[in-house]
């Protein structure tokens, strides 16, 4: 559930299948339809009685007649205001009808948003939904109005100056239309290019509403990061996509017209020089003659317009196909029926297991909990555990994969979506405050005809009434883009008055109280204690200090409970939630505020290398003699790595460069430098700077298929033993795969990242890099510095002067001038299956 779906890749539609969904939403409109169309018929063959009268006045020159001085000017003047009135009442119908259409669809798209799944929403950028919404739609709405009305109004036209120039010349008029086929094969080559190119400039529109939103959403992290260059950057990049799309419709739209133009203008060209041909005019007047001549001269004015609409057309097209692409999407299941006023709260979780997709690990397995009426319980455990996920499937935001969820006894399928979330009130970190009054922010939804009393009595509940008193225009007052014009204190207690004006029997905290002042969480911890009373509530944390009081409290790692009990139970088991407890109340002397000893640090001697390895690994590090006879295998291993990077450099074997820039952190020995607690902090620095940041990695010891999505619950069997403690470590998205063009392909398809980090990739040149960094031991050194079997190294030392950085690890080792050098001191052994702690 949780692949990503391409929101600009949606499904081309055939352009019939399209006419026809489009066509129904004419529905109760195609007496104005068919008047517009009259209209626009009535004009044009105005246009063509014009040609008509020119060629009786011609004939005329010769006839001697009072009548003719006001009988063809009242012609003229007549055809003027057919033409007229034809017009005007085509045009306003039909933009009635076609704003109509786009009026309805644009509330079908936004109603399908209300009742897509939550999965559509993670699998799609925020920047295509808007996008769609505002872009997509004016597409849509231009070609219903302009590309329409051309197609009415010059298509009509058409018809009739080719029917009046049938019935002067059956022949001639034949033999214009000799052109045809040549104009329908322009006209269907630039259509399938009209529309790939819309369908582009669809997608890249998303990208630039995408990026907007973010740098607006963001602008206090990118200014105090200074991301302002990196934004410009990427929203140079996003807008120049859309410049070069346009381009290059414009460019397929101005050729394919000047092509067809061509084409008649050299149709009319010929028709005028046959017409000299008396076989072919026949008894034709000099009146009939230039009334032909007129008609065929009025063609040109038609086929251009029509000739340019075709871009109009299949944009619009691309532009329907992505709206009923949304529209089409699956609502919510909600297949059940029952319901009730007020449930109790009593709630379980029988055998409960989720997976986000098929082929993934379950992100929760196995879950069984037991929720009494008015109870209390906590969900703790480390970030990505599944504790979110968990209070999700409660209120139907997911669906279980296996076993089932039940409140008061009734499966949660089996209530109607909104009678269940009735029952539930959610306060989380994240609040989520409309550019709306606060009155309306507090009563929101369902709410929304509360009176100001109930307002202000659940505001002063919440420890908010104070403050609200004392705005200006009080519960009027505007609270801008999600409550920009609030602390984040006053926002977190505007959403428990949300909670508590809401009454609901089940209450669910998610982080409520972190990342506040003391003050602000002194309020609002008083507020949730209030609002928790006679509720059963189910409290996410991090910070243990707020669950102590909970009735039961479950420990949540890997998809799994793993530990429950009360706080003092817990404590005193020295299982996980006691490693927990200790490591967020150690002071600086490594003393809990309980009095509990608290981890060990474990010294690790570096220069122990007897410890370290088989006979031949610490032969390579003790200078030993022997190894040296395996030198010719070494010559031997020198060239073939020379010749293998020669032609990656010159190009005789193919490599591949990223969109995205990527940092190669890899040693040119065996055996382990510390690389990969360098690629940890690299990524914590870069994600700290506003930089999204993915992973691949070869995954050694691994046993699974390839590529291999792993997260910090991955088994060390499937993805080997580095690539889940880089997930773990960073929460950074990892892929793991030998191949390292396709892990960074894999990783880019299911992933919006900014920058790569390849760890231990240095000797994988089809991979291009940005940045390369070679991670050496500072204590060990190169060994003796000779190559496989003979020695540790896996490329020569020179290597290490091609790189953009050396760090050494320990100690300094002097090998190249300019190196840096990291510490990483061990101070503690994790088991990587069970996640324990060993001291």
Known sequence: MKSETSVSGSPSTGDWALYRRLLRYLKGQWLLF?????????????????????????????????????YFPSLIVLAALVRAFGSITGELLLSRISFRVVHILRCELFDRLLVVPSEFFEASAQGQIVSRLTFTTAQLRDTATDALKIIFQDGGKLVVLLAFMFWHNRLLTAIFLLVTPLVGGVVRYASKRFRRISERIQSSMGDVTHVASEAVTGYRVMRAFGGEKYERGRFLLASDRNRRQNLKMVATKASSAQVIQVFVAVSIGGLIGLVFQPDIVGAMTRGELITYIGLAGLLASPI????????????????????????????????????GDRVSGHVEFRNVSFRYSAGEHDALSGIDITIQPGQTIALVGRSGGGKSTLVSLLARFYEPTDGEIFLDGVPVTQYKLSNLRQQIALVSQEVVLFNDTLRANVAYGSLGDASDDAIFEALGRANAEEFVRSLPNGLDTELGDNGVLLSGGQRQRIAIARAFLKNAPLLILDEATSDLDTESERLIQNAINEVMRDRTTVVIAHRLSTVEKADVIYVVDGGAIVEQGRHDELVGRDGPYSALYRSQFEDDDGVTNKGTQGPTLIEVDLDSHEARGSMLVRAWYDNSFWPRILQPFAALFGWIVRKRRRR???GWSSSWRAPVPVVVVGNISVGGTGKTPLVIWLSKWLMAG???????????????RFPLRVNNDSSTEDAGDEAPMLAARTGCPVVVDPDRVRAVKNLLSMNQIDVVISDDGLQHYALERDIEIAVVDGNRGLGNGRLLPAGPLREPPSRLAEVDWVVANGRATGLVEGESVMKAVATAFVNLRSHERVS
Do not use: C, M, P
């Open 34 to 70: 068919f008047v517009a169309v009259i209209g626009f018929l009535l004009g044009a063959g105005a246009e063509a009685f014009f040609a008509q009268v020119l060629g009786q006045v011609v004939d005329s020159f010769d006839t001697d007649s009072d009548i003719h001085i006001w």
């Open 304 to 339: 251009k317009r029509l000739s340019d609409v075709n871009a109009r057309l299949q944009r619009g097209l691309a532009a329907a196909s992505d709206v009923f692409w949304q529209i089409d999407q699956d609502a919510e299941r909600n297949e059940g029926t029952h319901e």
């Open 690 to 704: 506003g930089q999204r940041v993915g992973i691949v990695s070869r995954g050694y010891g691994g046993k699974a």
């Open 648 to 650: 990656y450099v010159t």
